[in-house]
T-cell receptor
């Protein structure tokens, strides 16, 4: 079975541009979360969507937005790119919304964004 | 506020030696604790998790971790390290309790493990 898939894997943008990153969760998973991982740091939570509704938002500016589609895939959009937005953007999916003994986040391999 | 501290940025061990990676967390309610591993250019893979019950949890690849509430710690251990264990290791805490969501985790900054042959 396919895991979490993300596209593109690598991309280069210039300051001020816009970027869209895409994520397909594991089949049957209804929750998608986005994380930003800056070089040398741990992942930082950006958004969670469940059943197409936003269920959590981290401490990121309004330049960051996301949405989830009826097939549970998701897009992360970043406007007016800054040099500091250069990072690995990770998508994770889970079958459940809440915590539980069987709860687990499955991560994709990420989209590496470089802003010049 | 939730936070995770991994005091060791980089650890080097010889193959076959034992390993302990430290993790301290700060969270007011019932924490859910995780250890993830990340190889270069890869996403995160779950090694083990603690939700409740036995405070010593077993994970994949021979790893284990012990939850110590009194010390707010969740240290990762392996009795004998293999060269393939070289990677970056992240400890994470998730919110437990009513209304919490699985998708929001707070990660430490990671510990880079180097294994000498």
């Amino acid at each position: 079975d396919a895991g979490v898939t993300q596209s593109p894997t690598h991309l280069i943008k210039t300051r001020g541009q816009h970027v869209t990153l895409r994520c397909s969760p594991i089949s049957g998973h209804k929750s998608v979360s986005w994380y930003q991982q800056v070089l040398g740091q741990g992942p930082q939570f950006i958004f969670q969507y469940y059943e197409k509704e936003e269920r959590g938002r981290g401490n990121f500016p309004d330049r960051f937005s996301a949405r989830q589609f009826p097939n549970y895939s998701s897009e992360l959009n970043v406007n007016a790119l800054l040099l500091g937005d250069s990072a690995l953007y990770l998508c994770a999916s889970s079958s459940r919304l809440g915590q539980g003994n069987t709860g687990e986040l499955f991560f994709g391999e990420g989209s590496r964004l470089t802003v010049l | 506020a939730q936070s995770v501290t991994q005091p060791d940025i980089h650890i080097t061990v010889s193959e076959g030696a034992s390993l302990e990676l430290r993790c301290n967390y700060s969270y007011g309610a019932t924490p859910y604790l995780f250890w993830y591993v990340q190889s270069p250019g890869q996403g995160l893979q779950l090694l083990l998790k603690y939700f409740s019950g036995d405070t010593l949890v077993q994970g994949i690849k021979g790893f284990e971790a012990e939850f110590k509430r009194s010390q707010s710690s969740f240290n990762l251990r392996k009795p004998s390290v293999h060269w393939s264990d070289a990677a970056e290791y992240f400890c994470a805490v998730g919110a437990g309790g009513r209304g919490s969501t699985l998708g929001r985790l707070y990660f430490g900054r990671g510990t880079q493990l180097t294994v000498w042959p």
